[in-house]
């Protein structure tokens, strides 16, 4: 019986890269784009020039390996794109492969009944020929694209799995290999379309096998490339059990020659390619030559001298030329790189996540309580960091000594008193006391910890989590979603963790492995903010990328996703929402569903509750069923990946979706991260296509559109405009659907509001320097704004009541233009009352009566979301001192970035410190550390470059060096933006001799 995909929402990890290894990856003839399939289930297209992020599709997926993407192909012209893995759809015995527009990432058509898991797909160069290389024996398959992607011929005469294929540049031959060890080759001729097998008489398919030959070098062939000259007909050949590559005849197998492997004592070369020209064979896999696996180059074809160039920390899993002579390559680790024709590396696209692998002993230490844990973010145990549950608090180095007895941090226990574990690390017989415990076959055993009571002990695999007791019988076991590299118990014996190959550390409560809590923690590479934004190269040395001083986000969730988080890192989970076997997925990251499933209250609760729905009512939070109360999406319907317009009055195409009866009530124009168009949509059909025009500024610019129903707003649909007419004339300003043209060039107006609160009626809460913070904050702005903007003007406001507050924010409202920059400074004290809500208090504020007298954040949110100019906002209100009596003194200042930085607010957040911080002030500094920080950096010691320019990555790297170093870490100052937004200058400096 046919199965459709489940319905429940899953919930995924969300990079904006991919989180498993990258199996395979395809390109355009013209070399435009890449698209990469991978085992996390998705599909991801990408300029090839930039490495932006253009598309992710989401085919169907349910639990388990189904969904795992093995094999993608492109259409030569760019037009669809063809995807499979292990996509049954829950029915093993019909697999399919989705076919997409490349435009629009639709699902336009599903070829099914294919009877084992799809390995690899390849197009042949005219774009007729779709081949299917399958699974377990189950051979070949050939589809007509030009025919409605008909079945034409089928050879199910294998012995074991087919990982390769490739038609010759002339369209006269298929090759293909296998696992049995043969290569196959079909000639392609005229004849009959009918569908065919070899040995079927009748008619005359277009497919026929000419030869089946075992190869010299290995008995696993697996990559097979033909060279890209028309007639040449060599074929190039790798192996999955060697390091070796021959090159054979293409017309007959014959072998010609082999490239020269010599010293390649380890590992195989299953990826093989030519460069564009031909002039030079390539090939990777799993050889390492100890600083990883790097691609493998030979010049003059394949005879001439060796190269090696770094590529992979952990295996190359395919190889595709550009048309420019570079090199796009697919890694396990997993990342998309582009190589230069010198091996140099242009692009590197890498998943944003720790490596846990060799996770065990000191390098994966916990508390006696399980609330605190120490890793390392890198290899081994390199780049230290330490998490803190109660403290929401995520910090790099080593952890601190602390006297606290839940606090000690402890490595895993390997040994105990009875239980003697041997051939547990990296093998597949572990054994207890000299009796193998009983794994699955080639299940290979990768970590172990001992209970306290030394009666027990974890045992962490490629596939599972298994717990046995002293006598080797198992009492548990747990699917896991990665090789479990590390495993460790608290010394309460309450809790097991483990660290696991897709980046997440995972808490279970031990009697039974029921999991309680995950953790993912972000590593931003070089150029990931290039990478996504499309504006740069995504290897250049830029020191405001300095990692070591680039925050790291981070998420902690429930299984049913309630979580918290640092101020960016809800984006970084969300849920997958299949759309029955013909459509693609829709995907709700966790930010978008925040003000439902923010909740550090029910996090805070687990470990202590080890359950779920008593952390929930404990914290007094309703469930809701997730499915009925889901945000609308939104599509573009044109093809934007490279879109250019030479006139201002454009014309967006694009279709609103809807799960619920809930009325689409605003559409979102966004440009270049801030709000442009607001257009009232009212009650509109699901699904049906709508257009609109407007006019746009004449310039380059990043488009976005999003939906918002009373449940939340969608994820934006992205468009990058290319300007190329003629350079804008002066006249009135864009804007509105029934707007003019053109605009005037000139300088934007920076305006300030600054509010700091020292002296406040109740003298209790007074501070030493809030107000002078403001004033200082000011100063600076009103000094080093000259050269970026026309005037500066700032509203510094010392000590103000809760109107003047108010009316400071009604003038900012009104003054800033789109062509403006808006900037809010706060600093004094802010407050969560008992329903959880934010209040700054001014001067007059009581502190038993926040309603009527704090200013509620709404108020904030509501003037800066409306700004039509650029949005910055200084946040400094997290001082100590118990001011609620009975509650923390600190404010959730998480989840008010959380929410300003959300796509549809679009602004750029600099926060004083994160989690539980205080900020702190000293008489010796003259100002708070932040504000101090801040003021010295937009005073030039956060210009980086020979342009002057202070830039908010500037900033944020000036800010987390300084900040960390006047308070000895004390304080952690966070930056955040929404990714639709690309760093820009905030003021410039004067150039010598100007």
Known sequence: MTQSPPTEPLLRLETGRHTAPIRSIATDRAGRWIVSASHDKTLRLWAADSGRLLRTVRPPIGEGSEGKLYAVAMDPQGDWIAAAGWTNQGDSGRHNIYLLERASGRLFKRLTGLENVIL???????????????????????????????????????????????????????????????????????????????GIKGGA?????????????????????????????????????????????????????????????????????????????????????????????????GRGARSLWPAADNTIMDLKPLPTGELAVATGDPALLVLEATGARRLALAAGMADMRDTLG??????????????????????????????????????????????????????????????????????????????????????LAITPDGQRLLLGTEWRLRLFDKEGQKKWEKAVPGVAWGVNISGDGRLAVAAFADGTLRWYRLEDLKLLLSLFISVPDPGQEEGETGNGNANKENTQKDNANKANDWVLWTPSGYYDASPGGGRLIGWHVNNGKDQAADF????????????????????????????????????VPLALALPPTVELLEDFAANSFTEARVRLRYRLHTRNDSPIERLLVMVDGRPFLDLDQGAVASGVAQEFSLTLPERDLELALIAENQYGASEPASARFVWKGKPAAKGPPAGAPDGESTRFRVKPLLYVLAIGVSAYDNDKLNLGFAAKDAEDFCKVLERRGVGRYRLVVAECVANADKKTVLAGLEWLGKEVTEKDVGVLFLSGHGANDDDGDYYFLPRDAEVGDLRYTGVPYYEFKKTLSRLKGKSLVFIDTCHSGNILGGKRGVADINGIIQDLIATENGMVVFAASTGEQFSLESAEWGNGAFTKALVEGLDGKAAYGEDGEITTAGLELYLGREVKALTGGQQTPTVAKPHTIADFPIVVMPQAGA
């Open 120 to 198: 690899h797909l390849a197009v042949s160069a005219d774009g007729q020929w779709l081949s299917a290389s399958l699974g377990g024996g189950e051979g070949l398959r050939v589809f007509d694209a030009k025919d409605g992607f008909r079945p034409v011929f089928a050879d199910r005469d294998y012995g074991d799995s087919s990982y390769g294929a490739a038609f010759s540049p002339d369209g006269r031959w298929l090759v293909t290999s296998s696992d049995d060890g043969q290569l196959r080759l079909y000639g392609i001729g005229a004849g009959a379309q009918d569908e065919g097998e070899v």
């Open 205 to 301: 398919p277009r497919f026929t096998l000419h030869k089946t030959t075992p190869l010299e070098g290995g008995n696993q062939p697996y990559g097979v490339a033909f060279h890209p000259a028309p007639g040449d007909d060599r074929l190039a050949v790798g192996f999955h059990d060697s390091a070796t590559v021959q090159v054979l005849d293409g017309r007959d197998l014959t072998r010609r020659y082999a490239a020269n492997t010599q010293g390649l004592d380890n590992g195989s070369l299953d990826s093989v390619a030519w460069s564009a020209d031909g002039e030079r064979l390539l090939a990777g896999g799993s050889y390492d030559d100890d600083n990883g696996s790097p691609v493998l180059a030979w010049d003059q074809g």
């Open 362 to 447: 000191d390098d994966f230490r916990l508390s006696h309580d399980g609330s605190r844990v120490a890793f390392g973010l890198g290899l081994g145990g390199e780049a230290p960091v330490w998490f803190d549950i109660d403290q929401r608090r995520l910090q790099r180095g080593p952890a601190p000594a602390d006297d606290a007895p839940d606090k000690a941090l402890l490595p895993p226990r390997l040994a105990a008193p009875g239980l003697a574990v041997r051939r547990w690390k990296n093998q597949y017989q572990p054994e207890l006391n000299g009796k193998r415990l009983k794994l699955r076959d080639y299940e290979t055993a990768r970590s």
């Open 588 to 623: 709700y990251p966790a930010s978008s569903l925040r003000q439902r499933f923010y909740r550090p209250e029910v996090v805070a609760h687990i470990l202590d509750e080890l359950d779920e729905k008593k952390a929930l009512a404990r914290a007094g939070v309703e469930p």
